[in-house]
């Protein structure tokens, strides 16, 4: 039987785009907003493409999830980064806000390979009401993720330009506005999965002693 290459699975190449894209993104931050936010938003969109390709090709893999993931953190941390120095007075919370997306991601993913969703006394984060929706409407998890994006994008094209004027209001404005309250709302969700992880890290420590014991 031949092994297969899960590099060359369509839901990793399409990963591998979103990184050329993210990086072409990273070097025209500072220069060139056309460019830079064109690059960064098809990237961030193929984000839902390479789920959607998984599922129907039948090759969803940790190495394309773990990719994905890192995609994201990565993407939205350098974004972060850039925004600091166009903003250095609130330089402060964007590297908050950095802080809080890749410790939490991290802990979090990282504690679900320990666990191996091997015991029933894990926490089970679709217990809560919130995380439930979260993680079982495919709609609710692409606008939290789509208002998040949103609202640094708002920021970063903003240093810029006010951009075309909607009833005499700056849409650029508009979209930080309303997507402010998403993008707070999915930092407060990042820290509950940073204290669900550290939870379940707990039990992996506990058990782990018993047996040694």
Same mark, same amino acid.
């Given at each position: 039987?031949?092994?297969?290459?899960?590099? +060359?699975?369509?839901?990793?190449?399409?990963?591998?785009?979103?990184?050329?894209? $993210?990086?072409?993104?990273?070097?025209?931050? /500072? @220069?060139?907003?056309?460019?830079?936010?064109?690059?960064?938003? #098809? =990237? $961030?969109?193929?984000?839902? +493409?390479?789920?959607? $390709? $998984?599922?129907?090709?039948?090759?969803?893999?940790? +190495?394309?999830?773990?990719?994905?993931?890192?995609?994201?953190?990565?993407?939205?941390?350098?974004?972060? &980064?850039?925004?600091?120095? !166009?903003?250095? *007075?609130?330089? !402060?919370?964007?590297?908050? @806000?950095?802080?809080?997306?890749?410790?939490?991601?991290?802990?979090?993913?990282?504690? =679900?390979?320990?666990?191996?969703?091997?015991?029933?006394?894990?926490?089970?984060?679709?217990?809560? /009401?919130?995380?439930?929706?979260?993680?079982?409407?495919?709609?609710?998890? +692409?606008?939290?993720?789509?208002?998040?994006?949103?609202?640094?994008? &708002?920021?970063?094209?903003?240093?810029?330009?006010?951009?075309?004027?909607?009833?005499?209001?700056?849409?650029?404005?508009? #979209?930080?506005?309303?997507? &402010? /309250?998403?993008?707070?709302?999915?930092?407060?969700?990042?820290?509950?999965?940073?204290?669900?992880?550290? *939870?379940?890290?707990?039990?992996?420590?506990?058990?782990?002693?018993? *047996?040694?014991?």
């Amino acid at each position: 039987m031949e092994t297969e290459n899960i590099f +060359f699975f369509v839901p990793n190449l399409i990963g591998y785009g979103r990184i050329i894209l $993210a990086i072409i993104s990273f070097y025209f931050m /500072p @220069s060139n907003y056309v460019i830079a936010s064109a690059c960064y938003i #098809i =990237s $961030a969109l193929l984000d839902a +493409f390479d789920g959607y $390709a $998984a599922r129907y090709f039948n090759q969803s893999t940790k +190495f394309g999830a773990m990719l994905d993931q890192l995609t994201d953190r990565c993407g939205t941390m350098c974004l972060c &980064a850039v925004l600091a120095s !166009f903003y250095p *007075k609130y330089s !402060f919370w964007f590297l908050l @806000s950095m802080t809080i997306d890749i410790a939490c991601h991290w802990i979090f993913l990282h504690t =679900s390979v320990l666990q191996g969703k091997s015991s029933h006394k894990f926490v089970d984060m679709s217990e809560n /009401p919130v995380m439930n929706v979260y993680y079982t409407n495919r709609t609710v998890l +692409f606008w939290m993720c789509c208002g998040n994006e949103a609202f640094y994008c &708002a920021l970063y094209l903003l240093h810029f330009s006010a951009g075309p004027l909607i009833a005499g209001v700056s849409l650029y404005h508009v #979209i930080l506005y309303i997507s &402010a /309250p998403i993008a707070f709302v999915k930092s407060g969700i990042s820290i509950l999965h940073l204290i669900v992880a550290s *939870k379940n890290l707990s039990i992996i420590d506990v058990n782990e002693r018993k *047996k040694s014991e």
